[in-house]
């Protein structure tokens, strides 16, 4: 695991230095450069895959093709084989310098030969021409911006891992106040956007072209195009397959020559893991899990099922009891995204990272194995909304009526109540509709009581709930889950899941494997159908059945867990100054975004407990200390 940076065009001498000091937390063991007139590439590395050698950035035979590396290439050794007996000559036992040998033999179509999670840059010389790639599901970070030549024409690319990165590198960027509205409604930044005029992420599947002053994008994956190559005569044999290729991911997400761990929440995604991991080797496996002191958070705590899971397979086990002060803690989680984010779940995995760190280097992670195979409990309410909405408008909104009047939110968000106010009002909606308003924070008829004037122009015709819509509806499946779980690999899995799971640990100097998301996984994934991944109406029901072999039955039968936080309860309590000094009055009105009003009314219904407004509240924090961390570092 690395931090990437570079640039084509001119530069000047302390341009990658400037870069690669905002990148040491994600490879504190080394540094790398390589520049030409031209064209600079920088790394930060983080020894993970032959930690004597394979320094980089790396070079072919000739010097004429070099690349520098973000992630890992798990089939390195089988392409590495390959490569050798066609002549190619290796300075390294590494998996980067696959990069500049492949593409000397298959040019830009290398990329569909790789198995792994990765962001690279290579430079060919001969051709004057940068690729920057990114992988199938979107794993690992890249960030890019033109460079103006001065008279307002085509200067170049500058890139890097992470934003404050790439900031470093070019002149001070305006916000964007659709970027903010965004934010407030999905609690991140939907790629390949970014808070910043003209600064965007690359997209997941996609490499970019450079040169000369010629950019082109290239998406070489899209999940929706990834045509299922499996047919099973039962689920039996649908499931026996599912074992043996879940078995080789995993397997090949251990290649490693530092110590590796696993992140256990108890549930079955990472009991999942954890069992293929046990069938490979006989050695220490180290496992992590959190917990909370607090009587009041025991709802949240996931030690129990992650103890049976560490001891069933013989895992040494280390349990973190969180004690965390959430005033001091949030300035940090927020420096360590570099850019608004507002999944509380940042926070756990923020300090089980830290925790992992002193004993391993690389950690495997379940991220994924919802999106790929039903596992929220959305999927199945989309799929009973299909046959909710068959039924006579006039008993839906009877329906609807009885439950504004007589159901009210937990104070959590997330009980049976709150879910079935949603599904019973919402029903008379279009199924996409529904489904948007379900996995969205801020409801389009609140932007009027929301946002400030200036922000509220800047939204009207916003182009998020029509490119999620899109997304949606374009997913090649009849079945309503199977769409939502399309849109949510495209948007979700990447924009939040796995951009906080690479923040968080890179914050530490960890790095973390995602098996899940391991596309052979994922095109077997696609050909089980939803009718089959979610039968007898359960999340997971085809994976439980699955592991119905391998996993301890509490582990099969029990709720969905994770890593999860107590963030009403600490808004109500630990917070509730902060709450009030970040989000006063004087402070939402000359920052600008949302009204006062607003502001106040979140404010007043959540600490009250009439309604759960945890996730609003915890955006419009992160929003203040972000700015104020911006203009710190102006």
Not at 287 to 292: C, K, L, Q, V
Not at 369 to 383: I, T
Not at 516 to 544: I, Q
Not at 585 to 603: F, H, K, S, T
Request: hydrophobic residues 40%; proline residues 6%.
């Amino acid at each position: 695991m690395c931090g990437i940076c570079g640039y084509t065009g001119d530069g000047t001498p302390d341009l990658l230095d400037r870069m690669l000091n905002q990148l040491i937390h994600r490879g504190p063991d080394e540094e790398g450069r390589y520049r030409e007139e031209g064209v600079g590439l920088g790394i930060r590395r983080l020894r993970v895959i032959d930690p004597a050698g394979s320094r980089q950035p790396v070079a072919n035979e000739s010097g004429t093709v070099r690349a520098v590396l973000n992630g890992e290439i798990y089939n390195y050794r089988e392409l590495r084989k390959e490569l050798v007996r066609k002549g190619h000559r290796f300075a390294s036992h590494g998996d980067t310098e696959i990069l500049v040998h492949l593409y000397e033999e298959e040019g830009e179509a290398a990329v569909s030969r790789l198995r792994g999670m990765f962001a690279y840059a290579l430079w060919d010389r001969e051709r004057e021409t940068l690729w920057l790639v990114r992988d199938r599901l979107g794993i690992k970070p890249l960030y890019y911006a033109i460079r103006p030549d001065g008279q307002g024409e085509h200067g170049g690319v500058i890139f890097a891992s992470e934003l404050p990165a790439l900031l470093a590198g070019v002149p001070k960027r305006a916000i964007r106040p659709q970027a903010i509205a965004d934010y407030l409604t999905c609690l991140y930044v939907p790629g390949p956007e970014t808070m910043f005029q003209g600064v965007y992420q690359l997209r997941p599947g996609e490499l970019l072209k450079i040169r000369g002053s010629r950019v082109e994008f290239q998406r070489y994956y899209q999940p929706a195009q990834a045509v299922p190559r499996f047919r099973w005569s039962s689920e039996a044999e649908a499931a026996d397959y599912f074992l043996g290729l879940l078995r080789d991911t995993v397997r090949a997400h251990l290649v490693s020559d530092v110590p590796l761990g696993l992140f256990l929440s108890g549930g079955l995604d990472s009991g999942a893991i954890l069992t293929f991991m046990r069938e490979t080797t006989n050695g220490t496996i180290r496992t992590f899990t959190i917990g909370y002191e607090s009587p009041a958070d025991r709802s949240y705590n996931e030690l129990d099922a992650a103890r049976l899971l560490a001891t069933h397979f013989g895992a040494q086990h280390t349990e973190a009891i969180l004690r965390p002060d959430a005033v001091s803690l949030l300035p940090q989680l927020v420096a360590a995204m570099g850019e608004p984010f507002a999944d509380s779940s940042a926070v756990p995995t923020y300090l089980v990272s830290k925790v992992a760190k002193r004993s391993v280097t690389v950690v495997l992670s379940g991220i994924g194995g919802d999106e790929l195979f039903g596992g929220y409990p959305r999927y199945l309410g989309l799929r009973l909304a299909s046959f909710y909405g068959r039924l006579p408008v006039s008993v839906r909104s009877w329906a609807a009526a009885q439950a504004a009047s007589w159901l009210t939110e937990g104070t959590d968000g997330q009980d049976d109540r709150g879910r079935l106010k949603r599904f019973l009002v919402d029903g008379h909606r279009p199924l996409d509709d529904q489904y948007l308003r379900w996995i969205t924070f801020l409801p389009p008829e609140w932007g009027a009581s929301a946002f400030a004037p200036e922000l509220r122009d800047a939204a009207e015709g916003a182009g998020l709930e029509r490119a999620y819509r899109a997304l949606f509806n374009r997913w090649p499946s009849p079945e309503p889950a199977d769409r939502a779980m399309g849109l949510d690999l495209q948007t979700y899995l990447p924009d939040d899941l796995l951009r906080m799971g690479d923040r968080m640990s890179m914050a530490h100097s960890l790095e973390l494997r995602v098996p899940f998301c391991d596309h052979h996984l994922l095109a077997f994934a696609l050909a089980v159908p939803a009718t089959m991944r979610l039968s007898g109406w359960r999340p997971k029901g085809f994976m439980r059945r699955a592991l119905a072999s391998v996993l301890p039955r509490p582990v099969l039968s029990g709720a969905k867990r994770g890593f999860r936080v107590p963030m009403a309860r600490w808004l109500r309590e630990e917070l509730r100054e902060m709450v009030h000094d970040l989000l006063s009055d004087e402070a939402v009105r000359r920052r600008g975004y949302v009204r006062p009003e607003y502001v106040r009314w979140l404010i007043r219904e959540h600490e009250a407990g009439r309604r759960n407004f945890a996730d609003q509240l915890f955006a419009l924090l992160v929003l203040e200390l972000w700015c104020q961390n911006q203009a710190s570092t102006a």
